[in-house]
């Protein structure tokens, strides 16, 4: 089986000018040199395999694996699964990799933090921020915040792997990692004093011999000095080098970073890179040995925990209502447990018309069916606080949850669509309605006093689970209901194809399924929808055969399964469907090949590009680019990217340029109006051919006229108000715009209500942020701001990743600041430097 994991990620295009920082490794491989990316996946890699050998060892089984840089994700989860005596997961550890990554490169957006680069000899500061940062990672895995624990350990290893390619570590012949970086409680012995003299000026272009002799003997520790504008630096201070490092040009000339192996050291590149996933192993072997092989494995993504969320209504005095979705919710517990696919944490939030929550969370299956057991239907008839319940559950949840909303009524909340529509897709979780209303347990007498739910109630919920990914179904049978909810929470799921249409017309939609894929179900959602399917070979088979030549049906409410027979499925299939009512299609299937999506932003430098995952909507009408990276052990080619529109068939198309071996940029000249999805289509080469794949990001994406920006130092105090500056911008001078604030950990946040755009259409708002003075040092948590445009024509928003620490604080850098002293030092280098 083909195993690899294509990631597609966005690349906006700054509207933001920022200079470039001190050099790092590599984020796009270049002349052979290693990239950050690729040093975090070796380690990641070795580590692992040293992990499943131990485990190996100590279970008396033998492990062959020969570690090595020649281990591959699909030899290392075939490995390590033999160890466990298990199927590990490949998808979800190329996710691990990717979210590290992410995190990793988004260090180069502090421009001006040389602590984060160990540039200027800022050893104490760069050590402090690891230590920090190796912190928040335990906490996180304490607690279970897996991504959050990974988005810390990827900037961690960013600062980490640049002190080997920006220090004199490795010229000082150095055979180990310098493992006082991740020990907090070591001195930091012999480093160079402000006034000790470290390098000469190198001959000519020739650097190899520019660090002092009695450094090199003494053991002195330096790094180089960078500055983007000015020349300056102590006086016999090593530089970091390259072209636009200004104090390269300063006696003593030259540089000694090792990023890549043109850089003026780069003939210690490989060995400094080689350093550098050693000391990325050490870090893992220190969390491993803090946290434990089971949370050490999920951490690394080999095994996934998954959430298991429900919504539920309780906003009725029809008993039965209530015990059919206790029913419904209980087998799909029972369905899961003892599984390998059992969740690794339950949630549940009830609502009524009157409040929301409180939110439950619980690891053990047997206490969250008592709590749901425990719910009982408040005297109402009243439409309930629907999307304060979902929208509490989206902002708590872990990202990429399933989430299941139980409802016999319409929603009362209807002013927060756009709000929920925003947190769908900035945490990528899927959520299905099950309505209901039509329940068949509900006595005939009791039908007249039942909630109605009209179209306009129903088409809300469509609208929301259609922008998720997920479904909305009227469940009228509790077995059949399950059934379907069952596929959703199914591991491995991809999706290849998803369209909702409300134009009352016949149309044929075509769809590739390659041999990966196994398990493929064709849900089709519509109160009058009628269809045929066809197969690659000609076969055909109408909707209203349960039990036919390409598979078996299953009618569900207004929703009809088709689970298609395993054999024969590989090649293009069609479906023809007339309806006189909305409906959706969506086709899923199980398969190691993913498509996963992020927004990044681009850092635009003098000594190359970088980026880092952008938490905001990106700006309609302007230009953005795709980076597709394909990791695994097989060859793929990406043929096609398009932005596809989510409720019609507009499409805008994408060129794609390769930039590596598995690497690829899409270039798309604007962001459309319209709520669009992306599809990507191309190739998998075996040994013997080469077939068609298509896949689909199941959420919605969206762009925006607002822009929402933030500055933050990333870290706050237990107890200790934090004030956080933040700007909402849009071309309508002169408009309100509302605001919202929330954390993920429930902390007080004040905030303006609404904020009026000034002349330049802009205006500057602040908010205070307060931890409890209990909270635990190393809790990590995520802000979001959302600015609403009047009459919720438009929405943005932007999320910050903070740290809880009761340590002081290390300056990082800002988008406000950075830009100010971009300006401030271009006049004075205008005048001076040149």
Not at 88 to 108: G, H, I, M, P, Y
Not at 145 to 163: E, I, N, P
Not at 420 to 432: I, L
Not at 695 to 702: C, G, V
Request: net charge negative; proline share 4%; charged share 15%.
């Amino acid at each position: 089986m083909v195993s690899l994991v294509v990631v597609a990620v966005f690349l906006l295009q700054g509207a933001l000018f920022q200079p470039p920082q001190a050099e790092a490794f590599k984020i796009f491989p270049a002349n052979g040199s290693l990239t950050h990316q690729q040093i975090t996946e070796a380690a990641f890699l070795r580590k692992m395999a040293e992990v499943c050998r131990d485990v190996a060892t100590a279970r008396g089984k033998d492990f062959t694996l020969p570690i090595n840089n020649k281990l591959t994700a699909t030899t290392v989860q075939r490995a390590c699964s033999d160890s466990y005596s298990s199927l590990l997961k490949l998808s979800s550890f190329n996710l691990a990799v990717v979210q590290t990554s992410l995190s990793n490169a988004a260090v180069d957006r502090n421009q001006f933090s040389t602590a984060h680069h160990f540039d200027n000899e800022d050893f104490k500061n760069g050590r402090d921020l690891i230590t920090q940062g190796i912190a928040a990672v335990k906490v996180s895995i304490k607690k279970g915040k897996y991504l959050s624990a990974r988005s810390s350990l990827g900037a961690v290893c960013h600062t980490l792997q640049d002190f080997y390619s920006h220090s004199n570590w490795v010229e000082l012949g150095s055979t180990a990692p310098f493992n006082t970086l991740i020990k907090p409680e070591l001195p930091l012995n012999n480093v160079a004093s402000p006034n000790t003299k470290t390098c000469k000026s190198c001959d000519g272009e020739n650097c190899n011999d520019n660090i002092l002799q009695e450094v090199l003997q003494q053991k002195i520790l330096t790094s180089g000095y960078f500055n983007l504008f000015l020349p300056i630096k102590p006086a016999g201070k090593c530089s970091h080098g390259s072209a636009l490092d200004r104090t390269s040009y300063r006696e003593p000339t030259g540089g000694i970073n090792k990023d890549d192996i043109s850089s003026e050291h780069g003939f210690l590149h490989l060995r400094a890179a080689e350093m550098a996933i050693n000391a990325t192993m050490e870090l893992l072997e220190d969390i491993r040995l803090a946290t434990g092989n089971v949370a050490f494995l999920r951490l690394m993504g080999l095994s996934q925990p998954s959430v298991l969320a429900f919504v539920f209504d309780i906003t009725s005095s029809l008993s039965n209502y209530i015990a059919e979705a206790k029913r419904v919710s209980i087998s799909i517990i029972d369905s899961r447990k003892g599984t390998s696919e059992e969740p690794s944490e339950y949630i549940l939030v009830p609502f009524n018309d009157q409040d929301f929550g409180p939110l439950i969370k619980t690891g053990d299956a047997d206490t969250f069916k008592e709590k749901i057991n425990s719910l009982s239907a408040s005297d109402s008839l009243k439409p309930g606080m629907c999307l304060s319940g979902l929208l509490l559950t989206l902002t708590r949840a872990p990202p990429s949850s399933n989430i299941f909303v139980f409802t016999d009524g319409a929603a009362k909340d209807t002013e927060l669509k756009r709000t929920v529509e925003a947190m769908m897709q900035s945490t990528q979780s899927q959520v299905n309605f099950l309505l209901t209303n039509s329940i068949s347990t509900r006595s005939q007498q009791n039908v007249s006093l039942s909630r109605s739910l009209s179209q306009s109630d129903i088409q809300l919920y469509r609208d929301l689970a259609h922008v998720s990914g997920g479904q909305t179904i009227e469940v009228t049978n509790s077995t059949q209901a399950t059934a379907v909810i069952t596929d959703v929470i199914t591991a491995d799921l991809v999706t290849v194809l998803q369209v909702e249409r409300s134009p009352l017309k016949a149309e044929n939609f075509s769809f590739v399924l390659d041999p990966t894929l196994s398990n493929v179900t064709v849900y089709i959602t519509g109160d009058s929808a009628a269809f045929t399917l066809y197969s690659p070979t000609g076969v055909s088979q109408s909707g209203s055969v349960a039990d036919g030549p390409l598979g078996s049906i299953l009618t569900v409410g207004n929703l009809k399964r088709v689970k298609l027979n395993s054999v024969n499925q590989t090649g293009e299939w069609k479906i023809s469907i007339d309806s006189t009512s909305p409906y959706s299609l969506k086709i899923i299937g199980q398969s190691s090949v993913d498509v996963l999506f992020y927004f990044v932003e681009i850092v635009v430098g003098g000594h190359g590009d970088s980026w880092g995952q952008s938490f905001t909507r990106p700006f309609i009408g302007r230009n953005a680019t795709f980076y597709v990276s394909v990791t695994g052990g097989d060859s793929v080619a990406v043929t096609d990217v398009f932005l596809v529109e989510a409720s019609g068939s507009d499409v805008v198309s994408g060129t794609i340029k390769s930039v590596g071996a598995t690497d690829f940029l899409v270039n798309i000249d604007r962001i459309p109006e319209w709520p669009f999805v992306v599809q990507l289509k191309g190739l998998l080469n075996d040994s013997s051919s080469a077939t068609r794949f298509q896949r689909q990001s199941p959420t919605q994406h969206k762009g925006s006229r607002i822009t929402v920006t933030a500055q933050s130092q990333n870290v706050t105090q237990p107890g200790v108000p934090m004030s956080l500056n933040f700007t909402v911008a849009s071309n309508a001078t002169g408009s309100n715009y509302t605001i919202r604030a929330r954390t993920d950990q429930g902390f007080n946040v004040s905030f303006p209500s609404s904020l009026t755009l000034g002349t330049g259409g802009s205006a500057q708002g602040s908010l205070t942020l307060t931890a409890p003075s209990d909270t635990e040092s190393g809790t990590d948590v995520t802000l979001t701001i959302e600015a609403e445009a009047p009459g919720s024509t438009d929405l943005n928003y932007v999320t910050l990743r903070l740290t809880v620490s009761t340590a002081n604080a290390i300056f990082s850098g800002c988008y406000s600041l950075s830009m100010c002293l971009t300006f401030f030092w271009f006049f004075i280098c205008h005048f001076v430097c040149f």
